[in-house]
């Protein structure tokens, strides 16, 4: 036990060394070479960072252009409804690449049938909607999960190399032998638990503002639905 006690606090202290050895050539290191220190598998945590950026940016923009005014829609096609204008209530809907739009479309279109048969196109039409607006989350979650699992294996290749480092020398360990391992460790450790927080915590976010929409959908969705039950004086429709 002695002799494995002393061995870990050498080598501790060449790994110290090696830390400060490392700080000190930091300042005349470039960003591109320290990540280059990391490894090979720097190389699918750089793949997953830019994939990650790539579904945030489309899932943001996405969903900021699924926003629109609900109780304008609903006003607008109450009233084209009230006048018998079917047909008109359809363009109206056409008109906008939206969500709820295309919801309330569904439903419109199936006027005249059992309330029923309405209610059931709406509803298939908005789990197609909540789908495509779910579309590559399911990426983001993989990210937030595996990209940290290849930083804490870069951690272990990276204590194997050192280890082998002392091997090879049969123990006379110095600062400079263990750097190249230790460098990897440490920069495939901190490079996957960056890119797993930032996917992790726009995951979380992105949830959110579908759980809103959705739950904005499904509250349109209701109106319409009322709406369509409510006596109106007028009954002509449109041919």
Same mark, same amino acid.
């Given at each position: ?37 990391? &490894? +090979? ?10 994939? =990650? ?6 899932? $943001?923009?996405?969903?900021?252009? @699924? ?6 829609? +609903?006003?607008?096609?109450? @009233?084209?409804?009230? @006048? ?23 439903? %419109? ?11 059931? =196109?709406?509803?298939?039409? &908005? ?11 399911? $990426?983001?979650?993989? %990210? =937030?999960?595996?990209?940290? +699992? ?9 204590? %194997? ?20 391992? %230790? $460098? ?14 930032? =996917? ?6 992105? +949830? ?23 006596? @109106? ?7």
């Amino acid at each position: 036990m002695n002799i494995i006690s002393l061995f870990l606090l050498q080598v501790a202290e060449a790994e110290t060394d090696s830390l400060a050895l490392m700080l000190q050539e930091e300042s005349s290191m470039s960003f591109f070479e320290i990540l280059q220190q990391g &490894g +090979l598998l720097m190389i699918p945590l750089f793949i997953l960072s830019v994939l =990650a950026i790539y579904v945030i940016a489309e899932r $943001w923009r996405t969903l900021e252009n @699924s926003r629109m005014d609900v109780n304008t829609m +609903l006003n607008n096609i109450e @009233s084209l409804l009230k @006048s018998g204008s079917q047909h008109r209530a359809v363009q109206y809907c056409e008109e906008f690449d939206k969500p709820l739009a295309r919801i309330l479309k569904s439903g %419109i279109r199936r006027l005249g049938r059992p309330i029923r048969d309405i209610e059931d =196109a709406i509803h298939n039409a &908005g789990k197609k909607e909540i789908y495509s607006l779910e579309k590559r989350m399911n $990426w983001l979650a993989t %990210i =937030a999960g595996v990209a940290p +699992l290849i930083g804490f294996t870069g951690t272990v290749t990276g204590m %194997i190399r050192a280890f082998m480092d002392i091997q090879s020398l049969q123990g006379n360990v110095n600062p400079s032998v263990l750097a190249g391992g %230790i $460098w990897e460790a440490l920069i495939t450790t901190a490079t996957g638990l960056i890119v797993g927080i930032i =996917a992790y915590g726009f995951y979380n976010f992105l +949830l959110g503002k579908i759980n809103r929409m959705v739950f904005e959908l499904e509250n349109a969705s209701a109106d319409f639905v009322d709406l369509l039950q409510t006596p @109106s004086p007028k009954k002509r429709t449109e041919a």
